[in-house]
């Protein structure tokens, strides 16, 4: 029988290689989920789209390869590639989506040009703001034809 410590859930971050706009992906890692290392790796691929097909390796923040479902740490953010290699950039990784963290020897992303306006909440339009309509005996004012 396998120890108990198989079996735990680990919650971890995973983000697309150089990608340093988006916040990663949140993923639980449970053994019941995925059987193998191969099911992770082909979920991962769904849920991140990668531009260049599906996921090859998961790297960690610093460079070092994941081999198996076994180096995965608990609350640990990850980096998935589609077989390039890793790009050292500072991914965006939020704790509890307090700051931005960057990896050792990087810079933090700088924020974007143009962050998503604010629309104004205005009130239902009325048509009891619109002029009374001219009365019927051509007392109104004409706005077209001759005057």
Known sequence: MAATEDFRSRKIRIFRNGDV??????????PRVY???????HNISL???????????????DGRAVRGLADLCDGQSYV?????QFKHVAYRVLDDDAAVVAPAGTQPA???????PRLLRRGPLTLAAAPPPAAAGGHGQQIFGPG
Not at 35 to 41: A, V
Not at 80 to 84: K, L, R, S, W
């Open 21 to 30: 706009f988006a916040p990663g992906k949140k993923l639980v890692v449970s």
């Open 35 to 41: 059987r193998n290392y191969e099911q992770f790796l």
């Open 47 to 61: 849920e991140l789209n990668l531009l260049n097909g599906a996921v090859r390796r998961v790297y960690t923040l």
């Open 80 to 84: 998935a590639t589609g077989g390039e």
């Open 110 to 116: 700088p924020p974007p040009l143009h962050p998503r």
